[in-house]
């Protein structure tokens, strides 16, 4: 049986579907103004790889990941750029479905736009207002009212206590409380609106989840996931606004993947130590980046660096290489088999996804001592099951060496261009400068030393 960590819970549950052989799955996708990075990353790969397995599993799936593109971020670089919020938007949502492809993420069945359901918000709202949860203000904002909830902050273990005495209102705040959060806002000169009873405006960020959720997936869903991040307040405002405007459970199970770490530190613009799927892929090949994200427990902390990658890319060439000297029989799975078993416990416990791929591992060692075609097709079905192994082997191998290979070439002329500088042979430094400049490689030169990007 399937058991799934229910971070509302707070413990691993036998998944039970509200409808007997079906799933219904929400994740909060992406906001569209910049390129995706390796947070981004790692909830596109790992609920992809739920969906596979989910499906592998025999249930009928319906996956909805939504688009949020309507948000200030959004309004301030289409400004910055003087382009509109719909040329903005179609660019990093276009970009958005480029790396998800190459990483191997399968299309959500369903990919909602939050502009293109601004009248289920504003129903949705409405019944809040009706049923007392929510409040229009003097300002043309509607707010929701948390003190109408009983259930606020049974998702992150928050009281509302202790929340509010971390909290100050602002001394022209319209809000009754604190911690009452936007659903509407009111319109702003220059801004785009839509009409409602309270006036123009446009709807707040926590309100677009719980209205797309009913609508695609009912008052009542089976699984709800996202980043750590989410967890508070997103989620548990979600939790707040569908549960108080239909009076039923919202999700039975909340997942939650851990954080992306770089170097163990928290990846962010601030400590530069930030990184796009696009500035990664141009040092490592797609697969490989889906292998480190799977490598480690979804629920883990995922730490991010050079070396981890490197030990990645080594140890999916190793199943590469296995299938490359043993080519696989066109069989099916037997799920009998004790590697398939094992292989089906882990995935069932919480998509153990690392003990999953030590049954690769061992079924690699075990075809490579047994030429087994047989074993080989184990090892590539059972890896495709969770987006692996999908290459042909020897243009996987062949493109991987290609990766190595440029990648030691680069760091060789670092090296080299920094004993230049030590001997004083500054001409010498710029020539190596130039001959990375014209391959498309920029370094950067900084306290700790040299860095490369592409141009």
Request: glycine fraction near 8%; hydrophobic fraction near 40%; charge should be negative.
């Amino acid at each position: 049986m399937l058991k799934i960590y229910n971070t509302l819970a707070r413990e691993k549950q036998t998944f039970v579907p509200i409808v007997a052989g079906k799933v219904s799955m929400y994740v909060c996708g992406m906001t569209v103004y910049d390129y995706c990075h390796l947070g981004h990353a790692r909830v596109m790969v790992v609920f992809d790889m739920v969906n596979r397995w989910l499906r592998a599993s025999g249930f009928d799936v319906t996956y909805v990941r939504n688009i949020t593109d309507i948000d200030d971020k959004i309004i301030n670089r289409a400004n910055e750029r003087g382009i509109t919020i719909g040329e903005l938007t179609a660019e990093f949502i276009a970009a958005m479905d480029e790396d998800a492809a190459k990483l191997g993420v399968l299309r959500p069945d369903i990919e909602p736009r939050a502009t293109t359901h601004i009248d289920d918000m504003v129903a949705m709202i409405g019944l809040l207002i009706e049923k007392g949860h929510a409040y229009p203000a003097a300002n043309g904002d509607v707010f929701y009212a948390v003190s109408s909830f009983d259930g606020y902050g049974q998702l992150s273990g928050k009281s509302l206590e202790d929340l509010r005495a971390g909290e100050r209102v602002e001394v022209d705040s319209y809000k009754r409380d604190p911690m009452d959060f936007v659903l509407w806002k009111a319109a702003k000169p220059g801004e785009p609106s839509w009409d409602s009873p309270w006036g123009k405006g446009r709807p707040g960020w926590h309100i677009e989840c719980s209205a797309m959720g009913a609508h695609h997936l009912g008052k009542h869903f089976d699984i709800h996931g996202g980043g750590q991040d989410l967890q508070f307040p997103h989620h548990e405002n979600e939790i707040a606004q569908s549960e108080g405007a239909h009076d039923c459970k919202f999700v039975n199970y909340w997942m939650h993947n851990g954080f992306v770490r770089v170097d163990d530190e928290k990846m962010s613009k601030s400590l530069g130590n930030f990184f796009t799927i696009r500035e990664v892929l141009k040092k490592y090949r797609p697969e490989v980046v889906r292998f480190f994200i799977l490598r480690a427990h979804y629920r883990s902390p995922l730490n991010y660096s050079d070396k981890h990658l490197d030990d990645a890319g080594q140890a999916l060439t190793r199943l590469y290489t296995t299938l490359k000297n043993v080519p696989a029989a066109e069989i099916s799975i037997d799920w009998a088999s004790p590697f398939a078993v094992r292989f089906k416990a882990a995935m069932d416990d919480d998509f153990n996804t690392p003990e999953a791929m030590a049954v690769l591992f061992e079924l690699a060692t075990e075809a490579n001592r047994s030429k087994s075609a047989e074993t080989a097709a184990q090892l590539k079905s059972l890896g495709q099951m969770i987006g692996l192994l999908e290459d042909d082997p020897t243009a996987f191998l062949q493109g991987q060496h290609a990766v190595e290979d440029s990648t030691f070439n680069i760091d060789a002329l670092i090296r080299q261009r920094a004993e230049a500088k030590k001997a004083k042979n500054f001409a010498e430094a710029d020539r190596i400068r130039n001959e990375l400049l014209h391959q498309g490689i920029i370094l950067e030169d900084g306290p700790d030393g040299t860095t490369w990007r592409s141009a």
